[in-house]
Nanobody, 115 residues
Framework: QVQLVESGGGLVQPGGSLRLSCAAS????????MGWYRQAPGKQRELVAS???????DYADSVKGRFTIARDYAKNTIYLQMNSLKPEDTAVYYC?????????WGQGTKVTVSS
């Protein structure tokens, strides 16, 4: 059974940092693109950062220079290092894995940026 399990969310003050992890299991994800999305209350889910199987990386403009996506192929895990967090980064963060035929989502981890 394919599973994506996120962890690392929580409450942090503005300007703080968090590191999210997404552990994938059930198959090899080396040929999948993987990424992080987020959904704030009342808003649509949006792409935060993506990492293709051949290591092309892309970021949403709103997080460029603050967030970094990384991938450990051996561990089937992706990370999202989030620095200089802002209240507008508050959302549920989801990881996904996709290829040309399949799409998987994790259950999400909540990030709250508040003083």
């Amino acid at each position: 059974q394919v599973q994506l399990v996120e962890s690392g969310g929580g409450l942090v003050q503005p300007g703080g940092s968090l590191r999210l992890s997404c552990a994938a299991s059930g198959t090899s994800f080396s040929l999948y693109a993987m990424g992080w999305y987020r959904q704030a209350p009342g808003k649509q889910r949006e792409l935060v950062a993506s990492h293709t199987s051949d290591s092309n990386i892309d970021y949403a403009d709103s997080v460029k220079g603050r967030f970094t996506i990384a991938r450990d192929y051996a561990k089937n895990t992706i990370y999202l290092q989030m620095n200089s967090l802002k209240p507008e980064d508050t959302a549920v963060y989801y990881c996904n894995a996709r290829n040309t035929r399949l799409l998987y989502w994790g259950q999400g981890t909540k990030v709250t940026v508040s003083s």
